[in-house]
């Protein structure tokens, strides 16, 4: 059984957050993969806090483990989802797409447990210094929004640079990412993209399809004109973006092609219109199932290549 410092700080049994993956990971996927021994974040992404709120609270009702909350800092209701955590004494808030320092105090104070994700060393220790609990150190293999390094040059890189547990995120969807990864210095990992695939997961179902159909070659990054890439299926709607995008569309024209595109995948399948955020494992998950049976299935694979590692020394 891989146990690790995380896990006894946020009383875990495996090692494994879910990713907040925004108008994706609600109350119900957290709850389930909180039940399954792992950290369940609830995706504040755009969305105001009472919509958040009420998603803690179905989470509660679903388990009695912790509840993350993912903090999107680029979100217009960053603020107020700042105090409804601290009101709804969620047990951990993780941050990103940004800087969280003006919440930190606050937070802290409240007794919740800080987890920002970095993508660069300064901000990991700066987070360090500020009081953070643990980092996650997320790789551009990601889904979503992405930063500049590869999770294999990030994560040993941030774990030089702090003394906190770090957790490593981006291209890990099974037990070889993840033992991987813990040879590099980390201490948990976080998946997104498999936990797409999750039974308790709510997208809609040509989401799931397009991710358990897809091969290695189908994501890719747009978005780095206006300053916030973001990795997606490839899809013709995403072509058709990043054409505009090197074509000279002005930015605001840009903005609204993409506006809504999110929500379009997640709630209607949308494949016209609509960009289905994935990571580049997406051609590594291969079936829907429970989110518990992911964790255990990913841990215990993890476990097996670790314990055959000292018979590669001869
Ligand atoms: O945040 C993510 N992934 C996301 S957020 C998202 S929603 C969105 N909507 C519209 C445009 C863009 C995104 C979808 N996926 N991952 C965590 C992450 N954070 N990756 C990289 C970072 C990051 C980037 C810069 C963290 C800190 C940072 O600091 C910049 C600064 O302010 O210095």
């Known amino acids: 059984m891989i ?8 009383g875990l049994r495996y090692p494994v957050f879910q990713g907040g993956m925004a108008w994706i990971a609600d109350g119900k996927l957290a709850a389930a993969v909180s039940q399954g021994g792992g950290l369940g ?11 958040v709120r009420e998603q803690v609270r179905t989470a509660r009702t679903l388990t009695a483990g912790p509840i993350g909350v993912n903090i999107m800092l680029m979100s217009p209701f960053a603020d107020e989802i700042a105090r409804m955590v601290v009101e709804e004494k969620v047990e951990v808030v993780t941050t990103g797409a940004g800087n969280p320092s003006r919440y930190m105090d606050s937070w802290k104070q409240a007794g919740i447990r800080v987890i920002p994700v970095v993508a660069s060393v300064a901000m ?3 987070m360090t210094r500020l009081g953070a609990s643990a980092l996650i150190a997320e790789g551009g293999e990601s889904g979503g929004h992405v930063g500049e390094l590869t999770t294999m040059a990030l994560v040993p890189q941030i774990c030089d640079a702090t003394t906190l547990p770090v957790l490593a995120a981006g291209g890990i969807a099974d037990g070889r990412g993840a033992a991987a ?3 590099l210095g980390a201490c948990g990992i976080q998946m997104g993209t498999r936990f797409l695939s999750a039974e308790e997961c709510t997208v809609h179902p040509l989401y799931k399809e397009k991710i358990i159909k897809a091969t290695d ?3 890719m990054v747009t978005g780095k004109r206006l300053g916030h890439p973001v990795r997606s299926l490839r899809t013709p709607f995403v072509r058709a973006y990043a054409k505009a995008e090197y074509g000279g569309m ?6 609204a092609l993409a506006s809504g595109a999110l929500r379009l995948a ?15 494992v997406a051609a590594m998950v291969k079936k829907e199932q429970p ?3 992911i964790i255990r299935e990913v841990m215990e694979e993890t476990e097996a290549l670790l314990l055959r590692a000292p018979q590669w020394i001869k």
Request: proline residues 4%; hydrophobic residues 40%.
């Open 266 to 280: 997640v709630q209607e399948g949308d494949n016209e219109r609509g960009c289905f955020l994935a990571g580049q």
């Open 217 to 219: 070659l189908c994501t």
């Open 181 to 183: 990864v813990f040879l």
């Open 41 to 51: 974040i609830i995706a504040a992404g755009n969305a105001p806090a009472e919509t």
């Open 124 to 126: 990991a220790k700066l």
């Open 3 to 10: 146990r690790s410092e995380i896990c006894e700080m946020l």
């Open 291 to 293: 989110a518990a049976e």
């Open 250 to 255: 002005p930015d605001e024209e840009l903005e």
